[in-house]
Protein backbone atom coordinates (compact mmCIF):
# COMPACT_ATOMS: atom_id res chain seq x y z
CA UNK A 1 0.00 0.00 0.00
CA UNK A 2 1.20 3.90 -0.90
CA UNK A 3 2.10 5.11 2.60
CA UNK A 4 2.40 8.63 1.63
CA UNK A 5 -1.24 8.79 -0.60
CA UNK A 6 -2.98 6.68 3.32
CA UNK A 7 -1.04 9.37 5.12
CA UNK A 8 -2.21 12.53 3.13
CA UNK A 9 -5.89 10.89 2.92
CA UNK A 10 -6.17 10.36 6.71
CA UNK A 11 -5.20 13.98 7.42
CA UNK A 12 -7.43 15.16 5.15
CA UNK A 13 -10.35 13.54 6.85
CA UNK A 14 -8.73 15.00 10.30
CA UNK A 15 -8.66 18.86 8.73
CA UNK A 16 -11.80 18.55 7.44
CA UNK A 17 -13.07 17.24 11.40
CA UNK A 18 -11.66 20.21 12.51
CA UNK A 19 -12.55 22.31 9.78
CA UNK A 20 -16.65 21.34 10.06
CA UNK A 21 -16.06 20.93 14.09
CA UNK A 22 -15.08 24.89 14.07
CA UNK A 23 -18.45 26.01 12.85
CA UNK A 24 -20.05 24.66 15.96
CA UNK A 25 -17.91 27.75 17.51
CA UNK A 26 -19.15 30.51 15.01
CA UNK A 27 -22.89 29.13 16.91
CA UNK A 28 -22.37 28.70 20.42
CA UNK A 29 -23.47 31.72 22.36
CA UNK A 30 -25.46 30.03 24.87
CA UNK A 31 -24.85 26.87 27.77
CA UNK A 32 -27.82 24.86 25.48
CA UNK A 33 -25.65 25.63 22.59
CA UNK A 34 -23.02 24.06 24.00
CA UNK A 35 -24.44 21.38 25.33
CA UNK A 36 -27.51 20.66 23.33
CA UNK A 37 -27.08 22.74 20.54
CA UNK A 38 -29.99 25.21 20.77
CA UNK A 39 -32.39 21.95 20.78
CA UNK A 40 -32.84 23.23 17.22
CA UNK A 41 -31.24 20.34 15.14
CA UNK A 42 -33.40 19.47 12.63
CA UNK A 43 -34.54 15.79 11.97
CA UNK A 44 -32.52 14.66 9.48
CA UNK A 45 -29.49 16.41 10.71
CA UNK A 46 -29.56 14.64 13.64
CA UNK A 47 -29.93 11.22 12.33
CA UNK A 48 -27.73 11.63 9.86
CA UNK A 49 -25.18 12.66 13.48
CA UNK A 50 -26.78 9.76 15.20
CA UNK A 51 -25.41 7.38 12.09
CA UNK A 52 -22.23 8.93 12.14
CA UNK A 53 -21.93 8.23 16.04
CA UNK A 54 -23.23 4.84 16.40
CA UNK A 55 -21.37 3.12 12.84
CA UNK A 56 -17.81 2.55 14.35
CA UNK A 57 -15.36 -0.24 13.88
CA UNK A 58 -17.27 -2.57 15.05
CA UNK A 59 -19.87 -2.03 12.36
CA UNK A 60 -17.93 -2.20 9.26
CA UNK A 61 -14.74 -4.27 9.84
CA UNK A 62 -16.59 -6.65 12.34
CA UNK A 63 -19.56 -7.11 10.67
CA UNK A 64 -17.83 -7.83 7.63
CA UNK A 65 -15.12 -10.37 9.75
CA UNK A 66 -17.88 -12.08 10.83
CA UNK A 67 -19.89 -12.97 8.24
CA UNK A 68 -16.23 -13.70 6.41
CA UNK A 69 -15.58 -16.23 9.13
CA UNK A 70 -18.48 -17.07 10.67
CA UNK A 71 -21.41 -16.53 7.53
CA UNK A 72 -24.88 -15.47 6.72
CA UNK A 73 -26.07 -16.25 10.72
CA UNK A 74 -24.20 -13.38 11.80
CA UNK A 75 -26.26 -10.83 9.98
CA UNK A 76 -28.77 -11.13 12.64
CA UNK A 77 -26.38 -8.75 14.07
CA UNK A 78 -27.24 -5.53 12.14
CA UNK A 79 -30.76 -6.66 12.24
CA UNK A 80 -30.27 -6.67 16.26
CA UNK A 81 -28.60 -3.21 15.79
CA UNK A 82 -30.97 -1.40 13.75
CA UNK A 83 -33.78 -2.91 15.58
CA UNK A 84 -32.82 -1.32 18.69
CA UNK A 85 -33.99 2.25 17.34
CA UNK A 86 -37.43 0.73 16.67
CA UNK A 87 -37.79 0.32 20.43
CA UNK A 88 -35.84 3.55 20.76
CA UNK A 89 -38.68 4.91 18.48
CA UNK A 90 -41.94 3.68 20.69
CA UNK A 91 -40.38 3.60 24.37
CA UNK A 92 -37.56 6.49 24.71
CA UNK A 93 -37.50 9.53 22.27
CA UNK A 94 -40.25 11.59 22.86
CA UNK A 95 -40.26 11.34 26.62
CA UNK A 96 -36.83 12.09 26.54
CA UNK A 97 -37.12 15.43 24.56
CA UNK A 98 -40.12 16.47 26.36
CA UNK A 99 -38.38 16.24 30.10
CA UNK A 100 -36.02 19.05 29.14
CA UNK A 101 -33.12 17.54 30.67
CA UNK A 102 -29.73 18.30 29.64
CA UNK A 103 -28.18 14.60 30.48
CA UNK A 104 -29.11 11.21 31.35
CA UNK A 105 -28.92 10.95 34.92
CA UNK A 106 -30.70 14.39 35.12
CA UNK A 107 -33.37 12.91 33.02
CA UNK A 108 -33.83 9.59 35.51
CA UNK A 109 -33.50 11.79 38.76
CA UNK A 110 -36.70 13.72 36.99
CA UNK A 111 -38.63 11.04 35.93
CA UNK A 112 -38.25 8.56 39.19
CA UNK A 113 -37.46 11.01 41.82
CA UNK A 114 -34.49 9.64 43.16
CA UNK A 115 -30.90 10.75 43.47
CA UNK A 116 -30.17 7.42 44.21
CA UNK A 117 -31.46 6.22 40.47
CA UNK A 118 -29.23 9.52 39.50
CA UNK A 119 -25.96 8.66 40.91
CA UNK A 120 -26.71 5.00 39.87
CA UNK A 121 -27.07 6.97 36.05
CA UNK A 122 -23.86 8.64 36.02
CA UNK A 123 -21.88 5.56 37.28
CA UNK A 124 -22.93 3.61 34.13
CA UNK A 125 -22.84 6.38 31.68
CA UNK A 126 -19.19 6.25 32.44
CA UNK A 127 -18.95 2.66 32.83
CA UNK A 128 -20.80 2.07 29.14
CA UNK A 129 -18.71 5.50 27.71
CA UNK A 130 -15.43 3.28 28.80
CA UNK A 131 -16.59 0.16 27.51
CA UNK A 132 -17.05 2.17 23.92
CA UNK A 133 -14.31 4.15 23.10
CA UNK A 134 -11.51 1.32 23.98
CA UNK A 135 -12.50 -0.14 21.01
CA UNK A 136 -12.74 2.60 18.84
CA UNK A 137 -9.50 3.66 20.03
CA UNK A 138 -8.38 0.06 19.06
CA UNK A 139 -9.97 0.00 16.05
CA UNK A 140 -8.07 3.23 15.34
CA UNK A 141 -4.92 1.90 15.87
CA UNK A 142 -5.62 -1.16 13.95
CA UNK A 143 -6.71 0.95 10.87
CA UNK A 144 -4.12 3.16 10.98
CA UNK A 145 -1.44 0.67 11.26
CA UNK A 146 -2.43 -1.01 8.35
CA UNK A 147 -3.12 1.90 5.87
CA UNK A 148 0.57 3.39 6.89
CA UNK A 149 2.77 1.39 9.03
CA UNK A 150 2.45 3.81 11.98
CA UNK A 151 2.96 2.71 15.54
CA UNK A 152 -0.16 1.07 17.55
CA UNK A 153 -0.76 4.21 19.67
CA UNK A 154 -0.44 6.66 16.98
CA UNK A 155 -4.40 5.92 15.56
CA UNK A 156 -5.73 6.53 19.21
CA UNK A 157 -3.64 9.54 20.28
CA UNK A 158 -5.03 11.15 17.02
CA UNK A 159 -8.62 10.45 17.43
CA UNK A 160 -8.40 11.93 21.23
CA UNK A 161 -6.82 14.87 20.07
CA UNK A 162 -8.86 15.57 16.78
CA UNK A 163 -12.17 14.61 18.68
CA UNK A 164 -11.43 16.44 21.92
CA UNK A 165 -10.22 19.95 19.54
CA UNK A 166 -13.83 19.41 17.72
CA UNK A 167 -16.18 19.35 21.13
CA UNK A 168 -13.86 21.79 23.01
CA UNK A 169 -14.64 24.34 19.97
CA UNK A 170 -18.52 24.25 20.17
CA UNK A 171 -19.50 21.64 21.85
CA UNK A 172 -22.71 19.77 21.00
CA UNK A 173 -23.20 22.07 17.67
CA UNK A 174 -19.83 20.80 16.77
CA UNK A 175 -19.93 17.44 17.04
CA UNK A 176 -23.54 17.30 15.29
CA UNK A 177 -21.79 19.04 12.16
CA UNK A 178 -18.89 16.23 12.23
CA UNK A 179 -20.54 13.45 13.09
CA UNK A 180 -23.62 14.65 10.15
CA UNK A 181 -20.23 14.44 7.70
CA UNK A 182 -18.75 11.57 9.12
CA UNK A 183 -21.95 9.10 8.37
CA UNK A 184 -21.95 10.03 4.56
CA UNK A 185 -17.87 9.82 4.62
CA UNK A 186 -18.88 6.33 5.61
CA UNK A 187 -20.77 5.82 3.75
CA UNK A 188 -19.33 7.15 0.09
CA UNK A 189 -16.05 4.91 1.61
CA UNK A 190 -17.74 1.76 1.77
CA UNK A 191 -20.50 2.28 -1.18
CA UNK A 192 -17.77 3.11 -3.79
CA UNK A 193 -15.08 0.23 -3.55
CA UNK A 194 -18.25 -2.15 -3.15
CA UNK A 195 -20.30 -1.15 -6.51
CA UNK A 196 -16.59 -2.06 -8.02
CA UNK A 197 -16.15 -5.14 -6.32
CA UNK A 198 -19.33 -6.16 -7.40
CA UNK A 199 -19.53 -5.37 -11.02
CA UNK A 200 -15.99 -7.06 -11.31
CA UNK A 201 -17.31 -10.20 -9.67
CA UNK A 202 -20.75 -10.16 -11.82
CA UNK A 203 -18.28 -9.53 -14.87
CA UNK A 204 -16.44 -12.21 -14.05
CA UNK A 205 -19.52 -14.72 -13.64
CA UNK A 206 -20.85 -13.91 -10.04
CA UNK A 207 -19.26 -17.50 -8.90
CA UNK A 208 -20.15 -18.41 -5.07
CA UNK A 209 -17.96 -18.48 -2.30
CA UNK A 210 -16.08 -22.02 -1.63
CA UNK A 211 -17.28 -22.34 2.08
CA UNK A 212 -18.88 -25.62 4.19
CA UNK A 213 -22.50 -25.99 3.60
CA UNK A 214 -23.36 -24.60 7.30
CA UNK A 215 -21.54 -20.66 6.33
CA UNK A 216 -24.76 -20.06 3.73
CA UNK A 217 -27.42 -21.38 6.49
CA UNK A 218 -29.43 -19.75 9.42
CA UNK A 219 -29.63 -21.16 12.58
CA UNK A 220 -26.88 -23.77 12.09
CA UNK A 221 -25.60 -25.19 15.53
CA UNK A 222 -22.42 -25.31 16.23
CA UNK A 223 -22.45 -28.12 18.68
CA UNK A 224 -24.55 -30.53 20.12
CA UNK A 225 -26.05 -28.40 23.14
CA UNK A 226 -26.53 -25.73 21.19
CA UNK A 227 -30.17 -24.02 20.37
CA UNK A 228 -29.40 -21.49 17.32
CA UNK A 229 -33.39 -20.40 17.84
CA UNK A 230 -32.83 -19.59 21.77
CA UNK A 231 -29.51 -17.84 20.82
CA UNK A 232 -30.24 -15.45 18.48
CA UNK A 233 -33.60 -14.14 20.07
CA UNK A 234 -31.46 -13.67 22.74
CA UNK A 235 -28.59 -11.74 20.84
CA UNK A 236 -31.55 -9.64 19.53
CA UNK A 237 -32.85 -9.15 22.56
CA UNK A 238 -29.43 -7.66 24.37
CA UNK A 239 -28.72 -5.57 20.72
CA UNK A 240 -31.93 -3.69 21.27
CA UNK A 241 -31.72 -2.98 25.07
CA UNK A 242 -27.45 -2.12 24.51
CA UNK A 243 -29.03 0.40 21.95
CA UNK A 244 -31.22 1.92 24.16
CA UNK A 245 -28.33 2.40 27.19
CA UNK A 246 -26.05 4.06 24.77
CA UNK A 247 -25.05 7.47 26.17
CA UNK A 248 -24.10 8.86 23.20
CA UNK A 249 -27.18 8.15 21.00
CA UNK A 250 -29.57 8.95 23.65
CA UNK A 251 -28.41 12.30 24.49
CA UNK A 252 -28.78 13.45 21.08
CA UNK A 253 -32.12 13.65 21.45
CA UNK A 254 -32.55 16.55 23.43
CA UNK A 255 -31.24 18.14 20.58
CA UNK A 256 -34.57 18.54 18.46
CA UNK A 257 -36.80 20.94 18.53
CA UNK A 258 -39.85 18.81 20.19
CA UNK A 259 -41.08 15.25 20.68
CA UNK A 260 -42.13 14.78 16.85
CA UNK A 261 -39.13 16.27 15.89
CA UNK A 262 -37.37 13.08 18.14
CA UNK A 263 -39.79 10.67 16.48
CA UNK A 264 -39.39 11.90 12.93
CA UNK A 265 -35.24 11.76 13.78
CA UNK A 266 -35.39 7.86 14.47
CA UNK A 267 -37.58 7.03 11.94
CA UNK A 268 -34.51 8.68 9.50
CA UNK A 269 -32.13 6.70 11.43
CA UNK A 270 -33.67 3.33 11.15
CA UNK A 271 -33.43 4.31 6.94
CA UNK A 272 -29.96 5.29 7.31
CA UNK A 273 -28.58 2.40 9.03
CA UNK A 274 -30.50 0.13 6.64
CA UNK A 275 -28.65 1.31 3.71
CA UNK A 276 -25.58 1.13 5.43
CA UNK A 277 -25.63 -2.27 6.75
CA UNK A 278 -26.07 -3.40 3.14
CA UNK A 279 -22.29 -2.59 2.76
CA UNK A 280 -20.26 -4.63 5.34
CA UNK A 281 -21.82 -7.85 4.21
CA UNK A 282 -20.69 -7.68 0.29
CA UNK A 283 -17.10 -7.01 1.64
CA UNK A 284 -17.35 -10.09 4.08
CA UNK A 285 -19.06 -12.56 1.17
CA UNK A 286 -16.77 -10.94 -1.64
CA UNK A 287 -13.62 -11.67 0.74
CA UNK A 288 -14.69 -15.07 0.87
CA UNK A 289 -14.65 -15.34 -2.93
CA UNK A 290 -11.46 -14.26 -3.02
CA UNK A 291 -9.73 -15.81 0.03
CA UNK A 292 -11.77 -19.34 0.79
CA UNK A 293 -9.37 -19.49 3.79
CA UNK A 294 -7.14 -16.16 4.97
CA UNK A 295 -2.96 -17.16 4.27
CA UNK A 296 -1.12 -18.54 7.33
CA UNK A 297 0.06 -15.84 9.29
CA UNK A 298 -2.59 -13.18 7.91
CA UNK A 299 -5.70 -14.10 9.67
CA UNK A 300 -4.61 -12.23 12.75
CA UNK A 301 -3.40 -8.94 11.31
CA UNK A 302 -1.49 -8.36 8.36
CA UNK A 303 1.59 -7.04 10.50
CA UNK A 304 1.61 -10.44 11.78
CA UNK A 305 3.61 -11.84 8.29
CA UNK A 306 7.41 -11.81 8.64
CA UNK A 307 7.79 -10.79 4.75
CA UNK A 308 6.55 -10.31 1.85
CA UNK A 309 3.69 -12.75 0.79
CA UNK A 310 2.69 -13.19 -2.82
CA UNK A 311 0.32 -15.71 -4.52
CA UNK A 312 1.86 -18.34 -7.16
CA UNK A 313 -0.01 -17.45 -10.53
CA UNK A 314 0.54 -21.27 -11.73
CA UNK A 315 0.24 -22.90 -8.62
CA UNK A 316 -2.90 -24.10 -7.76
CA UNK A 317 -2.58 -24.23 -3.64
CA UNK A 318 0.38 -22.26 -2.25
CA UNK A 319 1.23 -19.10 -0.97
CA UNK A 320 4.97 -17.64 -2.55
CA UNK A 321 7.19 -16.11 -0.01
CA UNK A 322 10.53 -14.23 -0.44
CA UNK A 323 11.65 -15.04 2.42
CA UNK A 324 14.96 -16.72 3.80
CA UNK A 325 14.70 -20.64 5.17
CA UNK A 326 14.08 -20.21 9.21
CA UNK A 327 13.12 -16.22 9.24
CA UNK A 328 11.32 -15.88 12.30
CA UNK A 329 7.53 -14.65 12.62
CA UNK A 330 7.22 -11.12 14.19
CA UNK A 331 4.99 -13.06 16.62
CA UNK A 332 6.62 -15.65 17.12
CA UNK A 333 10.89 -16.68 17.91
CA UNK A 334 10.03 -20.25 16.17
CA UNK A 335 11.54 -20.52 12.99
CA UNK A 336 9.84 -21.82 9.84
CA UNK A 337 11.35 -24.97 8.35
CA UNK A 338 12.96 -24.89 5.58
CA UNK A 339 11.63 -28.35 4.80
CA UNK A 340 8.32 -26.34 3.84
CA UNK A 341 9.91 -24.18 0.48
CA UNK A 342 9.96 -24.94 -2.76
CA UNK A 343 11.55 -23.51 -5.60
CA UNK A 344 8.74 -21.00 -7.50
CA UNK A 345 6.98 -22.19 -10.80
CA UNK A 346 6.15 -19.03 -11.79
CA UNK A 347 5.29 -15.55 -11.38
CA UNK A 348 3.88 -13.90 -8.23
CA UNK A 349 1.90 -11.26 -7.26
CA UNK A 350 1.51 -9.48 -3.87
CA UNK A 351 -1.14 -11.06 -1.22
CA UNK A 352 -0.89 -9.95 2.28
CA UNK A 353 0.33 -6.99 4.37
CA UNK A 354 1.87 -3.77 4.86
CA UNK A 355 4.34 -4.00 7.40
CA UNK A 356 6.37 -6.63 5.72
CA UNK A 357 10.06 -6.92 5.41
CA UNK A 358 11.97 -8.98 3.80
CA UNK A 359 15.65 -10.15 4.72
CA UNK A 360 18.03 -8.38 2.56
CA UNK A 361 19.42 -11.79 2.27
CA UNK A 362 16.41 -13.30 0.60
CA UNK A 363 15.98 -16.01 -1.47
CA UNK A 364 12.69 -16.92 -3.01
CA UNK A 365 11.10 -19.56 -2.19
CA UNK A 366 7.28 -21.17 -2.34
CA UNK A 367 5.91 -22.25 0.99
CA UNK A 368 2.88 -24.65 0.74
CA UNK A 369 -0.23 -22.68 2.91
CA UNK A 370 -3.82 -24.04 3.30
CA UNK A 371 -5.16 -21.05 1.74
CA UNK A 372 -6.35 -21.40 -1.86
CA UNK A 373 -5.31 -18.21 -4.00
CA UNK A 374 -7.77 -15.66 -5.36
CA UNK A 375 -7.79 -15.95 -9.32
CA UNK A 376 -7.44 -12.42 -10.82
CA UNK A 377 -11.02 -12.63 -12.36
CA UNK A 378 -12.60 -14.03 -9.40
CA UNK A 379 -12.62 -17.29 -10.64
CA UNK A 380 -13.77 -20.16 -8.09
CA UNK A 381 -10.73 -21.54 -6.87
CA UNK A 382 -9.72 -25.47 -6.53
CA UNK A 383 -8.65 -26.57 -3.53
Not at 111 to 131: D, E, F, M, N, T
Not at 181 to 199: E, H, M, S
Amino acid sequence: MNHPLSIVAVVLVCLTTLAVGGLGLRLSRRTSDFYVAGRTVSPRLNASAIGGEYLSAASFLGVAGLVYGVGVDMLWLPVGYTLGYLVLLVMVAAPMRRSGAYTLPDFAEARLGSRAVRLVSSLLVVAIGWLYLVPQFQGASLTLTLVTGAPSWVGGFVVMVVIAAAVGAGGMRSITFVQAVQYWVKLTALAVPAFVLLLLWFRDGHPAPVVPPEWHVPLTPTGPGDHPVYRTASTLLALCLGTMGLPHVLVRYYTNPDGIGARRTTVTVIALLGTFYLLPPVYGVLGRVAFPVLPEGCARTPSSCACPTTWSAASGATCSRRCSPGAPSRRSSRPRPASRCRSPASSTRRCCGPGSRASPAATPRVCAASATPPSRRWSSPTR
